[in-house]
C-alpha cells in the first residue's frame, strides 16, 4: 500500500513539475494559453471604417457590458466612478500629471489601453479581435459628423453633440500650449466645432457622466481636492475638422513616422495626440478624463500603432528608448524615466515597468495592428 501511494505521489509530483517547467506563457488574455506570440496568434487591431458593422456593434456591445458593471473602487473612495468602465477615466486623473508631457507617456498609455482590451474581452468581445483604431488621415475629406465613427448611426461612438450656435472661437490659452506646440500657440484661435451640446444620438447617447468636467487649466495647478465627488452632468462632444485637418493631416503623421529619435518623435506627437482629443472635444477635450469618451481608446490604439510602426523601424535602438521625467513637463523634475520605471495600475490592473511595455508581440503583450 505505501509503495503505490508514494509511487502515485511521485508520478503526480512529476505532473506538476512538468507543467510548472512548461515553456507555455500564460497571457492575461482570460483563460486563453498561447505558446508563442506569432503573426498568426496575435491579437488584431484594426482600423474602425474597415470592420464590419456587426463587428463595430460587436465592440459597442461590450462597451456598453462595462458601463453596466460595478465600480471596482472601494466604496467611498471614488464616489464620482459610478462603473467599471468609469474607473478608467478616474485611474487616467489619478496619474495625469505624471503619464502626459512625459517619459512614461507611451508606455502608460500602451498598458492602459491593454487593461481596456483585456476588460472587452471579459465582456463578450471576441477573443481574436483587438481594439479597433483611429486612423485621422482617413477622415479628413468628409465631416466627422458623417463618418462611420460619430455619423449617431447604432454601429458609430454616438453622434456629435447638439449644435451650440453662436459659440465662439477656441482660444488656446497658456495651460493649452504646451500640448499643441510648435503647430499653434498661445492666443491663436481655432473655429468653433460643430457641436458643443449634449450627445443624443446613436450608443452613448443620453449619457450622465459624474467624473469631471476639468479646464485644461488644472494642469498647472492639479486636481482640488474633492475631485472624487459626483458631479452629474450629460455626455457632450465638439466634432472639429478644422483641428483634425491642422493637427493630424497626413503630412504630419509622415514625419512622425520618420522621426529620427524619441526625443523628436515625442515632441512631434504632442500637438498630433492632442489634436485628436480637441477635435472630438467635450470629455475627450478634458486632460484628467478623457477616457469618459469611447472615442479615446480608438485614439490612443492608433497613437501606440505609430509608436509601434516607429519602433519597428529599428528595434535594436528604439525598443527601450526613453525621453523625459515621471513628471508633466518635469514640474518638479523628477528622475529619467528607465527600464525599471514602475507604474501602478490601481484597480485596473497591477504594477508594470517599462520593460515590460516595450514590446507588442513579447511578455504581456500579443497584439498587431493590420
Ligand atoms: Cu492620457
Not at 471604417?49 to 456587426?54: E, K, P, R
Not at 497626413?250 to 495626440?273: E, G, M
Not at 475627450?284 to 469611447?294: I, K, N, Q
Request: aromatic letters at 10%; glycine letters at 8%.
Amino acid at each position: 500500500m505505501h509503495t503505490t501511494k508514494s509511487s502515485a505521489f511521485s508520478v503526480l509530483a512529476t505532473l506538476v513539475a512538468t507543467v510548472l517547467s512548461s515553456p507555455v506563457v500564460q497571457l492575461r488574455h482570460y483563460g486563453q494559453q498561447r505558446s508563442v506570440c506569432t503573426k498568426e496568434t496575435a491579437t488584431k487591431r484594426m482600423e474602425w471604417s474597415s470592420l464590419s458593422t456587426d463587428e463595430r456593434k460587436q465592440y459597442i456591445s461590450a462597451v456598453e457590458c462595462l458601463m453596466a458593471k460595478d465600480s471596482r473602487y472601494p466604496a467611498g473612495e471614488l464616489p464620482a466612478s459610478d462603473n467599471y468602465y468609469s474607473d478608467f477615466a478616474a485611474h487616467h486623473a489619478g496619474v495625469a500629471l505624471h503619464v502626459h508631457m512625459s517619459g512614461s507617456f507611451l508606455s502608460f498609455h500602451r498598458e492602459f489601453i491593454q487593461l481596456m482590451e483585456d476588460s472587452l474581452h471579459g465582456c463578450g468581445y471576441p477573443s481574436d479581435m483587438g481594439l479597433p483604431y483611429w486612423d485621422w488621415t482617413a477622415y479628413l475629406d468628409a465631416p466627422l459628423n458623417q463618418s462611420t465613427l460619430f455619423d449617431g448611426s447604432p454601429s458609430s461612438l454616438g453622434g456629435d453633440g447638439e449644435s451650440m450656435r453662436r459659440q465662439g472661437s477656441y482660444v488656446i490659452s497658456a495651460a493649452e500650449a504646451p500640448m499643441v506646440s510648435p503647430v499653434l500657440e498661445k492666443g491663436n484661435m481655432i473655429p468653433p466645432g460643430s457641436g458643443g451640446g449634449c450627445v443624443v444620438e446613436g450608443p452613448f447617447a443620453n449619457t450622465t457622466l459624474y467624473l469631471g468636467p476639468f479646464p485644461v487649466e488644472l494642469t498647472l495647478t492639479g486636481l482640488p481636492d474633492d475631485w472624487t465627488e459626483k458631479n452629474p452632468h450629460c455626455f457632450t462632444r465638439n466634432l472639429n475638422d478644422a483641428v483634425l485637418r491642422l493637427l493630424n493631416n497626413a503630412n504630419r503623421i509622415k514625419s512622425l513616422v520618420a522621426a529620427p529619435n524619441i526625443t523628436d518623435f515625442q515632441y512631434q506627437l504632442n500637438a498630433i495626440h492632442r489634436g485628436g482629443h480637441v477635435t472630438v472635444g467635450g470629455p475627450m477635450m478634458d486632460f484628467f478624463v478623457s477616457p469618459l469618451d469611447p472615442a479615446f481608446f480608438l485614439h490612443h490604439a492608433q497613437i501606440d500603432r505609430l509608436w509601434t510602426m516607429w519602433q519597428a523601424h529599428d528595434p535594436t535602438s528604439r525598443r527601450y528608448a526613453y525621453n523625459g521625467t515621471n513628471t508633466y513637463m518635469s514640474l518638479p523634475d523628477t528622475p529619467e524615466v528607465t527600464n525599471s520605471t514602475t507604474l501602478d495600475f490601481g484597480v485596473l490592473g497591477g504594477k508594470v515597468t517599462l520593460e515590460e511595455i516595450a514590446d507588442p508581440m513579447a511578455g504581456r503583450y500579443c497584439y498587431q495592428y493590420v
